[in-house]
């Protein structure tokens, strides 16, 4: 299973980085906007200023590989005019020796 990097940017409230691990780029946003994925915490805090409490994959507006790069997606979701963008990295383990 690979490990994908995740840079989660939430309107312009909140950013930070996470790692899923997660067989595809869809798995992982799937995961993250699971109902006890990482950013529910986040939203339940920012539904006080009017996000809503949860996002799910119909939200989903794009998830697109990024034009020349290998292993890199960005996923853009929507909800009642609420947006979170996310940059997905495959994460790949440096061989020792």
Not at 13 to 18: D, I, W
Not at 26 to 50: F, M, N, T
Not at 66 to 82: A, F, P, S, T, W
Request: with cysteine; charged share 20%.
């Amino acid at each position: 299973m690979a490990l994908w990097s995740l840079f989660v940017e939430v309107g312009s409230k909140l950013r930070y980085s996470t790692q899923i691990p997660a067989p595809t780029p869809r798995a992982a946003i799937r995961r993250l906007l699971s109902p006890r994925g990482l950013i529910s915490h986040d939203l339940a805090r920012l539904s006080k200023s009017g996000w809503p409490k949860a996002f799910s994959m119909r939200d989903v507006l794009s998830l697109v590989p990024m034009e020349g790069l290998i292993n890199m997606y960005v996923c853009q979701i929507e909800r009642n005019g609420k947006h979170i963008s996310v940059i997905l990295a495959r994460t790949v383990a440096r061989h020792a020796g």
